[in-house]
T-cell receptor, first 113, second 117 residues
Framework: DGGITQSPKYLFRKEGQNVTLSCEQNLNHDAMYWYRQDPGQGLRLIYYSQIVNDFQKGDIAEGYSVSREKKESFPLTVTSAQKNPTAFYLCASSIPGVGTEAFFGQGTRLTVV | AQKITQTQPGMFVQEKEAVTLDCTYD???????LFWYKQPSSGEMIFLIYQGSYDQQNATEGRYSLNFQKARKSANLVISASQLGDSAMYFCAMRVFADNYGQNFVFGPGTRLSVLP
């Protein structure tokens, strides 16, 4: 079955550590996105990529980094520079065109301990 | 700047009744898409319905319909015959061109719908 896989589902991080969230899709989509969701809030864009080896900062990119070495993969690294990383992280993908929806993964819940 | 506004943080509806969730949007781009997503407590995002800026008719998908009023820049979601399983967060989203770099999705803050038995 085609879809987007995020791992892990739950992640605990000590302060000062970098952690990487995985996002893999087998939908052959060109565009991939990372969103952050805080409790009771909407989705805020962290980074997005339209093609391999290219990506753009979203609204809240500070303290995060990404790579897009393969079409299928768009990992997100939460660095120690991110002041408040505890949140729910959602990865999405889509094909070009304003009329096509985004497909989402199941999300990763990151908690700093 | 593109923006989505959802003014109802929470809504209650009686089972089997209809409910309307409000969404207004702001964009200067003539070509855009409007989407509604449902997010249950599990966290997954479920696509419900889509409306294109050039579509003449309101979109419908089963119990979901989108009341699209282009001049007022509103795209309200109507859920008919509410079910207990409809209790969730609902997000309105818009897809537009983003600074000559493909298209991007902008999400509203969401509305939490609670269906009462």
């Amino acid at each position: 079955d085609g879809g987007i896989t995020q791992s892990p589902k739950y992640l605990f991080r000590k302060e000062g550590q970098n952690v990487t969230l995985s996002c893999e899709q087998n939908l052959n989509h060109d565009a991939m996105y990372w969103y952050r969701q805080d409790p009771g809030q909407g989705l805020r864009l962290i980074y997005y990529s339209q093609i391999v080896n290219d990506f753009q900062k979203g609204d809240i990119a500070e303290g995060y980094s990404v790579s897009r070495e393969k079409k299928e993969s768009f990992p997100l690294t939460v660095t120690s520079a991110q002041k408040n990383p505890t949140a729910f992280y959602l990865c999405a993908s889509s094909i070009p065109g304003v009329g096509t929806e985004a497909f989402f993964g199941q999300g990763t819940r990151l908690t700093v301990v | 700047a593109q923006k989505i506004t959802q003014t109802q943080p929470g809504m209650f509806v009686q089972e089997k009744e209809a409910v309307t969730l409000d969404c207004t949007y702001d964009t200067s781009d003539p070509s855009y898409g409007l989407f509604w997503y449902k997010q249950p407590s599990s966290g997954e995002m479920i696509f419900l319905i889509y409306q294109g800026s050039y579509d003449q008719q309101n979109a419908t998908e089963g119990r979901y319909s989108l009341n699209f009023q282009k001049a007022r820049k509103s795209a309200n979601l109507v859920i008919s015959a509410s079910q207990l399983g409809d209790s969730a967060m609902y997000f309105c989203a818009m897809r537009v061109f983003a600074d000559n770099y493909g298209q991007n999705f902008v999400f509203g803050p969401g509305t939490r719908l609670s269906v009462l038995p």
